[in-house]
Antibody, heavy 119, light 106 residues
Framework: QVQLVQSGTEVKKPGASVKISCKAS????????FIWVRQAPGQGLEWMGW????????NYAQNLQGRVTMTTDTSTSTAYMELRSLRSDDTAVYYC????????????WGQGTLVTVSS | IQLTQSPSSLSASVGDRVTITCRAS??????LVWYQQKPGKAPKLLIY???NLQSGVPSRFSGSGSGTDFTLTISSLQPEDFATYYC?????????FGQGTRLEIK
């Protein structure tokens, strides 16, 4: 069965960086792209960016350009999202999700990773 | 592309029929997806391509619309349906979500 398992809770100081992993299993990793989404406490869903697992192409949200990097490791079927220069308003739960191109939807999601940015 | 959901919150009773709307700021054909999210959980895919029910989702959920106006309907609310619902457009990047509709028990 398809599973996306994310790394654990992070607490960071302003200005630091965080790198979250999303390990996929139960399907061919390179057949599906990933999207990263975040959700601030009590707020809605915000798209952060997209990465192709077949060629590494990326497309980032404009408001995160320069601070975010998405990568994949096909040898371990893992996607990564790094966010730098963290601010308090980056405090959120971060999700990875698989893109099912045939239906243009996010059909499987990771369990979420809470990142708290606080001095 | 901005997506505007209405209402933002809704109180209803078990057995009620409820409809949530999602309006896009420009035409998105049928590249519209609906998700359900419960507290502390990741979103769950309900409807894709505006009207197609994801495998395993109960048939009381249905979606319709194209272009700029879309609806999600729950025909007879069950206790497990009380959650927040989001629409999402997949027509082009940046992908955007509606602000969410919180469905509460009356």
């Amino acid at each position: 069965q398809v599973q996306l398992v994310q790394s654990g809770t992070e607490v960071k100081k302003p200005g630091a960086s965080v790198k979250i992993s999303c390990k996929a299993s139960g399907y061919t990793f390179t057949s599906y792209a990933f999207i990263w989404v975040r959700q601030a406490p009590g707020q809605g869903l915000e798209w952060m960016g997209w990465i192709s697992t077949s060629n590494g192409n990326t497309n980032y949200a404009q408001n995160l350009q320069g601070r975010v990097t998405m990568t994949t490791d096909t040898s371990t079927s893992t996607a990564y999202m790094e966010l730098r220069s963290l601010r308090s308003d980056d405090t959120a739960v971060y999700y990875c999700a698989r893109v099912e191109d045939t239906i243009m939807a996010l059909d499987y999601w990771g369990q979420g990773t809470l990142v708290t940015v606080s001095s | 592309i901005q997506l505007t959901q209405s209402p933002s919150s809704l109180s209803a009773s078990v057995g009620d029929r409820v409809t949530i709307t999602c309006r896009a700021s420009q035409g998105i054909s049928t590249y519209l997806v609906w998700y359900q999210q419960k507290p502390g959980k990741a979103p769950k895919l309900l409807i894709y391509a505006a009207s197609n029910l994801q495998s395993g989702v109960p048939s009381r959920f249905s979606g319709s619309g194209s272009g700029t106006d879309f609806t999600l309907t729950i025909s007879s609310l069950q206790p497990e349906d009380f959650a927040t619902y989001y629409c999402q457009q997949f027509n082009n990047y940046p992908i955007t979500f509606g602000q969410g509709t919180r469905l509460e028990i009356k």
